[in-house]
């Protein structure tokens, strides 16, 4: 085993999770390399450094302030409040949508241009007789 | 039958039966481990208790979805890893908030981040790892916490965060090296201000 793939298993080896077979093989690359070991040695004085922060002090009324807080009723039941306000919710969302829809196409219906109409337009001493004038047309020759 | 020989399963079948009272045993059994845990997370020990109470509440109205085929331990610290990073995340955007207004009105930040040394370690290592487990990120913090002090196995701490086992691996293994070069570089420094302080 080469030192590369050591130093990457020391933390593994350390933490006691490699298999028996590769734990064999650091433990005797670990004896016969300088670097590795020198490299080991500081793991474990890191993670020995680490377990020196003691864990805070205990509160001895922890437990009597968590039983306190407890609710009364432990399952999750059917509760009304809120599925009254989620469908209220739901209600003025679809409502809102819905006359807003339908202002919209009131809106854009005003304005819709009308489709255009042709009106027969006699002419006088002509010899065509009668003619389609578009109405935008004829609006013209009005004013 | 003695407190101390039932079985966390047991308990929790006489608690899902109605006898609520005994909650507190298991309140009593895993107080200590979570309070550490949550304390090394958040580095607030006054925060940790608020919050720790907090995880024991969740954990009893969450009770009915415990399967007994997995292990009660890993479903408590699911429960107080997810509550612990929600309240870091809050916390993050809280203090981020709160130097924005500062920043706006040209007046002191009405929340600042604990600081790095809490007064609670008193010795200078204590203090120069508090505040490189502080600086790690935050899921190489808590592969790291699980392992080190919780003494959690890679399972457990897969059946925690849903993370694979090569994930944890390489996590805890960069947070140490991480760690490590981070102490080194402190403790050099310090060695150089302190040569130039004598000269």
């Not at chain 1, 042709?118 to 001493?125: I, K, Q, Y």
């Not at chain 2, 200590?32 to 925060?47: C, P, Y």
């Not at chain 2, 002191?108 to 040394?117: I, M, S």
Request: proline share 4%; with cysteine; glycine share 2%.
């Amino acid at each position: 085993m080469n030192c590369k793939k050591v130093f990457r298993l020391l933390s593994i080896y350390q933490d006691s999770e490699l298999n028996p077979a590769l734990e064999r093989q650091v433990e005797s690359h670990l004896r016969d390399c300088h670097a590795c070991r020198s490299e080991w040695e500081g793991m474990q004085e890191l993670v020995g450094n680490l377990k020196c922060l003691q864990p805070p002090a205990a509160d001895p009324y922890f437990p009597t302030k968590v039983m306190a807080r407890l609710p009364a009723n432990r399952a999750a039941k059917f509760r009304l409040l809120p599925a009254i306000t989620y469908a209220l919710v739901f209600l003025t969302i679809f409502l809102s949508v819905f006359f807003l829809q339908l202002s919209y196409n009131n809106t854009v219906g005003a304005k819709k241009p009308q489709a255009a109409t042709f009106t027969a337009v006699l002419l006088e001493n002509q010899d065509l007789g009668l003619l389609a004038v578009h109405d935008n047309t004829l609006a013209l020759f009005e004013r | 039958m003695d407190q101390q020989t039932l079985t966390d399963d047991e308990i929790v079948s006489a608690v899902l039966a109605g006898r609520r009272q005994d909650f507190e045993i298991l309140v009593q059994r895993y107080s200590g481990k979570i309070i550490h845990f949550i304390t090394r997370m958040s580095q607030d020990r006054d925060e940790a208790q608020s919050i720790a109470q907090e995880v024991f509440l969740k954990i009893f109205q969450n009770l009915p979805y415990y399967r007994k085929e997995n292990n009660f331990s890993a479903f408590i610290f699911k429960i107080a890893k997810n509550m612990t990073l929600n309240w870091l995340n809050r916390e993050k955007r809280t203090v981020l908030f709160s130097r924005l207004l500062a920043w706006e009105f040209n007046k002191a930040p009405f929340r600042q981040e604990p600081p790095l040394v809490s007064h609670h370690e008193q010795s200078e290592r204590d203090g120069d790892i508090m505040r490189n487990l502080r600086l790690l990120p935050e899921e190489q913090r808590l592969a790291l916490i699980l392992k080190v002090y919780l003494e959690f196995s890679y399972k457990q701490i897969r059946e925690i965060t849903g993370w694979s086992i090569p994930k944890i691996e390489t996590l805890i293994s960069r947070a140490k090296s991480r760690l490590k070069k981070n102490i080194q570089l402190q403790e050099r420094s310090r060695e150089v201000v302190y040569t130039a302080r004598k000269k």
